[in-house]
């Protein structure tokens, strides 16, 4: 099969959306297969590990953990199904939103619980289910990704991962009350795992991206404490994460995805969707960070 562009190119193993790019032309991808030959090993070889000491089939085996795959580029709404499967019992114990607002980074923020469709909620869960039963799947967790066209009601599948999403932790607790690492420390332990429905603080939480536009600089200041415990009264419940300080530059944080420059996190808590938004949106006003421009 043959992929017009534009389309999406990324390595088989990655995190964060590193090495993803989105390719519109010739130079692009050829800039981009120059820049993953560089540093796609740093999640292939320790992959490729663990492939060691798994029954793989031949094409897989050829292929490895340092190679790409290219996608077709997809639009819509992101819903993400989390949940386990306990000697065959399927469960669901929550589904998220991946809004995207205005901007560079390929999505702003996870939202929980979902404000997707019913139905549509349904047809991912029905499709995850079908999918671990067809492979056997058994005694595990799982989180997937599915992209919602809602203009051709057509619903796509974009990932998925036997695991738990740590990115989901701190909103579980926030509106249900407990983490999810609870439900992989039963699986593990052999018990019938269980999570508990909304006894947390808000109807409605988010994890929320603090972005800066893919441009190096040095970063010279960032929120003060009392900055952040201002924020803090003003939205109960809120906890900011910053990854930066001043003195560092922004091309040597680890981790980072090709659209832009991860500063930090906040997560919110609300009793709407409408109110997560907003409240995102005066948390970036609130935050004030400056730069210095690097020196050639």
């Known amino acids: 099969m043959t992929l017009d562009y534009p389309f999406w190119l990324k390595p088989v193993k990655a ?6 790019f989105k390719i519109e ?4 991808f050829h800039a981009a297969i120059e820049e993953t030959r560089e540093s796609i090993r740093h999640f292939g070889d320790p992959f490729n590990e663990a492939l060691e000491h798994a029954d793989l089939p031949p094409e897989i085996q050829q ?3 340092n190679t790409c795959i290219a996608e077709q580029i997809i639009s819509g709404t992101q819903g993400a199904p989390e949940g386990t499967v306990f000697q065959g019992e399927f469960n669901v114990h929550g589904v998220f939103d991946q809004p995207k607002d205005e901007g560079p980074a390929p ?89 508990p429905n909304r006894q947390g603080q808000f109807p409605v939480a988010a994890k929320c991206i603090i972005h800066k536009p893919h441009e190096d600089a040095i970063v010279k200041r960032v929120p003060s404490l009392a900055e ?45 969707h409408d109110q997560i938004r907003e409240r995102y949106h005066a948390c970036l006003e609130a935050l004030h960070f400056e730069f210095d421009p690097v020196e050639d």
Request: hydrophobic letters at 35%; aromatic letters at 10%; one cysteine or more.
């Open 25 to 28: 032309n010739a130079e692009q």
């Open 228 to 272: 952040l415990e201002k924020l803090r009264e003003r939205f109960p419940g809120t906890k900011v994460k910053l990854d930066v300080e001043p003195g560092m530059r922004l091309s040597d944080l680890s981790n980072q995805d090709s659209f832009s420059y991860h500063l930090g996190t906040i997560y919110l808590g609300a009793d709407s």
């Open 107 to 195: 999505y702003d923020r996870l939202e929980y619980p979902s404000s997707m469709p019913e139905r549509i909620q349904r047809q991912m869960i029905d499709a995850c289910k079908r999918f671990l039963e067809h492979i056997g799947y058994d005694n595990g967790c799982f989180n997937a990704e599915f992209m919602w066209d809602e203009e051709n009601d057509k619903l796509w599948l974009v990932e998925f991962n036997t695991r738990i999403s740590q990115s989901h932790s701190e909103m579980f607790i926030m509106v249900d009350g407990m983490s999810n690492h609870e439900v992989a420390i039963d699986i593990a332990l052999g018990q019938r795992p269980s999570m």
């Open 15 to 20: 995190f964060s959306s590193q090495l993803g």
């Open 63 to 65: 292929a490895n953990g």
